[in-house]
């Protein structure tokens, strides 16, 4: 008698009838089933989302997003400034040429208003300053000779000696001497300073739509000489005074001249090329752009070397420049003329000093430094163009018309979980056909049990209705 098979476990039997019900789930058609459910409020709550979401898409999304566009972001851009103002100070008047740094007229530039003059400063040993940390001494046992602070003036002597002005004491260091604090003079140059002229001149270019526009009027009448700027009568007049600029930043001219500070000119450009090329027009905004109430880093400020100072003796200390090979000397002592008087004419065969920053007096090397508090100018430049396209209309349009669902969906969670009737609502709304008599037999993770027949009762259009 042949011995019987083994049976396979009950696991994998049931493994199995899984596997075999998903598989047949996975092939089978799901269609919506209609039912009307006659309940006011539930009508009223699909309505108004699909009435809200309908006034999202018209006025939102096409209204104001023009999502019905191609659009291009970031313009190729190119700004060109020049000053223009004369001021004075205590001791001298300065012109564009001394006030503007740098002179090229580029998109961000700076225009001093405040600075402070260490002059002849030269190569030798003095006390440190008492701002640098650790600076401060009582004998030269609290000195450490050649010690370098990189925050500091110079290399440590090691010696303890007294300070320019005060009983205190310092640590000598060797370097340029005197140190910046101890003989700084300052000067304010910011009298005449608000009714400077700022003329910026911008063009943008959009290249995806090859639309090109600049801020200026085409007119050959010299109407730039005698206009400013004003957002309704001269909008294509970019000549702002920087007390006007300043005012519109909501500060205070005067503070910010003498703390220095960093202002924004915005410049947008927000273009609908389905409009005529005269509706492109730019928007000016300013606003201040460095933090001015953290103390740490509030004002703006640099240093540079200056050319001299008044009373100096001795010629230039610097290679003159050369014109055309044929330069041989360098013409005019220095201090004569280089503080505001006028330069010495220029002989043949000789060349007229243009700038220094170092020269010497009896034989030593001097400099002068300067440190400068003022006004930066930055000029930001963005916008976004757009034009009427095909496909992000068509794209735009599809999400709205699938986005009405969302109606139904939420319908349907609230049918289903919160009211009364929920459970005869669930087995009215969903139900299974088979092609055949035949029932594929599975777990119920895949297959649901075949529907009975139901006695709904049905409109004359084959609608169930509850």
């Not at 004998?139 to 009983?167: F, I, K």
């Not at 050369?322 to 010495?344: A, L, Y």
Request: with cysteine; hydrophobic share 35%; aromatic share 10%.
């Amino acid at each position: 008698m042949a011995a019987a098979e083994p049976k396979p476990p009950a696991g994998a039997a049931a493994a199995g009838r899984l596997a075999r019900g998903c598989w047949s789930a996975f092939w089978d058609y799901e269609t919506p089933k209609v039912i009307v459910v006659k309940n006011r409020r539930l009508g009223v709550v699909y309505r108004s989302v699909q009435l809200l979401i309908l006034l999202y898409f018209v006025w939102y999304v096409f209204i104001v997003q023009k999502s019905y566009q191609d659009s291009e972001t970031g313009p190729e851009s190119s700004v060109i400034t020049k000053v223009k103002g004369i001021t004075f100070s205590e001791r001298k008047v300065w012109d564009v040429e001394e006030y503007v740094k740098p002179p090229e007229g580029g998109s961000v530039f700076s225009i001093i208003t405040r600075i402070e003059v260490t002059p002849s400063q030269t190569l030798g040993t003095c006390p440190e300053s008492v701002r640098v940390s650790n600076a401060s001494c009582d004998t030269d046992e609290d000195c450490v000779a050649e010690q370098l602070d990189m925050l500091g003036s110079g290399l440590r002597t090691g010696r303890c000696v007294p300070y320019y002005q005060g009983s205190a004491k310092t640590c000598e260091v060797w370097g340029w001497c005197p140190v910046e604090d101890g003989a700084s003079v300052s000067q304010f140059l910011g009298k005449m300073a608000p009714n400077f002229t700022i003329l910026i001149k911008n063009s943008i270019h959009y290249p995806k739509f090859q639309f090109s526009k600049g801020n200026i009027e085409h007119r050959k009448d010299g109407y730039l000489r005698r206009c400013t700027f004003d957002e309704v009568s001269d909008p294509y007049c970019p000549i702002f005074k920087l007390g006007f600029i300043v005012e519109q930043a909501g500060e205070n001219f005067t503070e910010l001249a003498h703390t220095g500070g960093v202002i924004g000119v915005i410049i947008n450009w927000d273009c609908d090329l389905d409009l005529s090329a005269s509706k492109c027009n730019p928007k000016y905004s300013f606003r201040r752009l460095d933090p001015k109430h953290v103390p740490a880093s509030s004002g703006y400020n640099f240093r540079y070397l200056g050319l001299g100072t008044p009373g100096s003796s001795s010629a230039l200390a610097v290679v003159a420049l050369k014109e055309q090979g044929r330069c041989s000397k360098v013409q005019g002592s220095f201090p004569s003329w280089v503080m505001g008087g006028r330069p010495p004419p220029c002989s043949s065969g000789s060349c007229c000093p243009r700038f220094a920053k170092y020269y010497k007096v009896n034989g030593s090397a001097t400099r002068t430094l300067i440190k400068a508090y003022g006004i930066r100018i930055d000029v930001i430049v963005h916008g976004q163009a757009g034009k009427f396209s095909l496909i992000p209309t068509i794209i735009n349009l599809a999400t709205a018309l699938t986005s009405i669902g969302v109606g139904s969906f939420l319908c349907d969670w609230i049918l289903l979980t919160f009211m009364n009737k929920n459970k005869v609502y669930s087995h009215k709304k969903f139900d299974k056909m088979a092609d055949a008599p035949e029932q594929t037999v599975g777990p119920e993770l895949c297959a649901s049990e075949p529907s009975r027949q139901d006695s709904t009762l049905t409109d004359p259009r084959g609608l169930a209705q509850l």
